[in-house]
């Protein structure tokens, strides 16, 4: 009837969390380790462990708060969405940012991402991952972040003095940084359209880009990969009757 389907149980939640838990650990390489020279640039690289775990925290508590005041349950696996969109959403500035930002940063993260899920479905576009509303819309919240947050001192710090240093607005940078991060992420949207949404294209019309409707009712795991994935009470009921 056009109506989004229930939520799709995942196998365990237990290994969501580990699984979280390893892509959190696995920041720390992404962004401290973005500096290559931690001797050279240990202010820059402690600031932003420090900056990076802060917006993580933030937004797994901020999710699951949110979600508690939509639906009055503490749900484990929002939790886990909310610490990765808080890691999304502090990579642009992770650098450049107080950690105070970064608090902030992680529970808008969140917030985001929880209202950019909601938007898909009533768009009906089919996320089933929550992959858009959280590397697309958090990180492009994450790199406007940096145009309102960004120090001077730290943007030195971390790219080196280079002419007049470009700050965020809310410390007295003015727009132009703030201009520039906009227009990043516009071209980011721009470019990626041209070439995914050509690719797309290509396949669409040579009949590739989804599977048949009845494999789409009867799931990939049966018709592609020869069994359930999901145990929804049916299996027992047919060796029963």
């Known amino acids: ?10 196998h365990s939640v237990t290994l969501v969390v580990l699984g979280t838990f390893i892509l959190w650990f696995g920041w720390y390489g ?3 380790g973005s500096m290559l020279a931690i001797n050279t640039y240990v202010e820059v690289v402690s600031r932003t462990a420090v900056t990076t775990t802060l917006s993580a925290a933030a937004g797994g508590v901020a999710s699951l708060m949110w979600n508690y005041a939509k639906s009055k349950t503490w749900d ?23 950690p105070s930002a970064a608090l902030l940063c992680g529970v808008l993260a969140a917030i985001i991402f929880d209202l950019g899920s909601t938007l898909l479905l009533k768009l009906h576009i089919d996320d089933p991952l929550g992959a858009a509303p959280m590397h697309g819309f958090c990180g492009a919240f994450g790199v406007i972040f940096v145009g309102l947050f960004a120090r001077d001192t730290y943007v030195n710090q971390a790219y080196g003095p280079s002419g007049q240093v470009q700050y965020g607005l809310f410390f007295g940078g003015g727009a132009k940084l703030l201009a520039c991060q ?7 949207i721009a470019w990626v359209a ?45 060796m029963t009757g």
């Open 1 to 10: 009837d056009g109506s989004p389907s229930p939520n799709f149980q995942g």
């Open 30 to 32: 992404f962004n401290p």
């Open 76 to 98: 484990l696996s929002q939790a886990c969405n909310g610490v990765l969109s808080g890691l999304v959403g502090i990579t642009a500035g992770c650098s450049v940012v107080d």
């Open 182 to 188: 906009c227009l990043g992420v516009i071209s980011i």
């Open 194 to 238: 041209v070439t995914i949404g050509g690719l797309f294209a290509i396949m669409k019309a040579m009949g590739i880009l989804r599977v048949p409707v009845d494999e789409e009712i009867l799931g990939l795991d049966v018709s592609h990969h020869g069994g359930k994935a999901y145990n929804d009470g049916n299996d027992e009921r047919e």
